[in-house]
């Protein structure tokens, strides 16, 4: 059958987990200041700026994906993620609510069956491992085939951090016979599965009999009113649009720009770097970028915009950095309103915050329910009512999504490398995949006076005592 593992496939994972289970036996043990150092320690390894850039070279060159340039900056991605981890407890007791009478320990969650995706074979490895010593797990690596010995060199370099401080190597661990089948197997048999890349992927780790995290997809949109500061504006939309060649589900797909400022944006967007397509060069991308059915292909995704022009039968300027096209309606049947993971957006216009909300809802209604949108506003009130009803776990403020939404140095949301979407994209949790993800968390509770309202003050002027006599 096409899910059955080769033999030695089997054997493969049978001794993984038999390390796995002798490495989580002594990580247990550890206490705060132990993993505390390991955390940094495995952090170094792959964060320094020479070691990174040349995980970063070896990626590209391995899955043919990728801005070598932008893809650097990711290396800040771990620093955020070790930062946060450093300043939370994992071992032993984590929280005190006296008032409550309750106090709460941290507990491992065990074997953790981590899943890499292709554009990020070495941030995504470096940021769960983070998290999963810092909580005492272990950790079983499942590379994307297509980037496999970048992950192998990234966990590689990480083991023998954790060997160097007297830890078991074992902690991680990366399978070397991947495929589909391989990854089923494996989070099979985990104690929790973490599944960032693409849908298939992800619904097959909610399938699997594990407990797991997954994400949704993303369209990422900005509204852009009329109050917004366009330089500020064109400026992040160009830097998450180019982010790793709009790689990331976080990447500015659409752009929703009121009609007064439209064509100055539109404007600066082409001062940034953008080029502007005409109605035959659109219609040549969407040729390329989809098929009949509009699903996306995938020889346009994550690349520059000059191969994306090529691959369409047109050329571009060489220091054009993403391309522009007008959004001919928003729909399932208009392929430029959705998800598009490469150097292109799409821009629309509005007239009145109502009508931008409305065309929010349509494009999010095609695709990306749950994953994020964005604002350029100073309008508190535009604010507020796109967060009232935008179907989605983040909403960025005047940043740029791609750097932002998985936590930035400049905001408050939890570094990550996954982005939880919540039941709008079939995930369990709608917020950014953290420490607190990684750990079981036990209970203790003492008793407290007794904080038992009366029945008045509970059911208020619906309280009758005669149905109580």
């Known amino acids: 059958m096409a899910d059955e593992l080769r033999t030695e496939q089997q054997e493969e994972l049978e001794a993984a987990f038999e390390r796995a289970r002798k490495a989580l036996a002594i990580i247990a043990t550890y206490d705060q200041e132990k993993v505390d150092r390991l955390c940094q320690a495995v952090a170094w390894s792959v964060a320094n700026k020479k070691t990174f850039a040349r995980l970063v070279e070896m990626g590209i060159a391995e899955s043919g994906l990728g801005d070598p340039v932008s893809r650097m900056g990711k290396r800040m991605k771990i ?40 554009t990020n074979p070495d941030l995504t490895p470096a940021g769960s491992a983070v ?39 074992d902690i991680l661990q990366c399978l070397t016979q991947v495929n589909i089948p391989m990854s089923k197997a494996l989070m099979a048999q985990a104690d929790l599965v973490l599944a960032t890349g693409g849908q298939a992927m992800v619904r097959a780790a909610y399938s699997s009999g594990t407990p797991a995290y997954g994400v949704g997809a993303g369209n990422s949109t900005m509204i852009i009113d009329e109050t917004a500061n366009i330089e500020e504006a064109a400026r992040n939309t160009m830097l998450s649009k180019t982010s790793d060649f709009g790689s990331g589900c976080s ?5 929703v720009i009121e009609e007064t400022i439209f064509d100055k944006l539109l404007a600066q967007l082409v001062k940034e770097g953008g080029y502007l397509a005409n109605e035959q060069e659109k219609a040549k991308l969407r040729a390329v970028m989809w098929d009949d059915e509009g699903h996306r292909l995938s020889d346009t995704v994550a690349i520059a915009p000059q191969q994306l022009a090529k691959i369409a039968g047109f050329s571009i300027p060489a220091d054009r950095k993403f391309i522009i096209v007008f959004g001919d309606g928003i729909g399932k049947e208009h392929f430029f309103s959705g ?9 629309y216009k509005f007239s009145g915050f109502d009508n931008a909300l409305k065309m929010m809802h349509a494009i999010y209604n095609v695709g990306g329910k749950g994953h994020s949108v964005g604002i350029y506003s100073f309008d508190d009130d535009h604010i507020h009512r796109l967060a009232l009803e935008a179907p989605v776990s983040r909403i960025m403020v005047r940043q740029p999504q791609s750097k932002a939404n998985a936590g930035a140095f400049n905001n408050g949301m ?9 039941t709008w994209g079939g995930n369990i949790v709608s917020e950014n995949v953290n420490l607190k993800h990684y750990m079981n968390t036990t209970w203790v509770a003492r ?13 208020g002027e619906f309280f009758d005592p005669e149905l109580e006599k």
């Not at 990480?158 to 160097?164: D, V």
């Not at 990447?251 to 752009?255: E, K, R, V």
């Not at 998800?339 to 821009?347: G, I, N, R, S």
């Not at 939890?414 to 979407?421: A, E, N, R, W």
């Open 251 to 255: 990447a500015d797909g659409n752009l």
């Open 414 to 422: 939890p570094m990550t490398s996954s982005l939880g979407c919540g």
């Open 447 to 459: 008793p407290i006076p007794e904080d038992k309202p009366s029945d008045e003050e509970l059911f």
């Open 131 to 169: 998290y999963a010593i810092k909580a005492r797990d272990v950790v079983i690596f499942s590379p994307h085939p297509r980037a496999k010995n970048t992950s192998f060199e990234t966990v590689r370099l990480m083991r023998e951090a954790l060997e160097r401080e007297g830890a078991p190597a």
């Open 339 to 347: 998800e598009k993971l490469t150097t292109l957006l799409a821009v």
């Open 79 to 118: 620093r955020g993620v070790l930062r946060d981890a450093l300043r939370q407890k994992s071992v032993g007791i984590i929280e005190e609510i006296p008032e409550k009478g309750i106090v709460k320990y941290a507990k491992p969650v065990g074997i953790i069956a981590s899943i890499i995706p292709t």
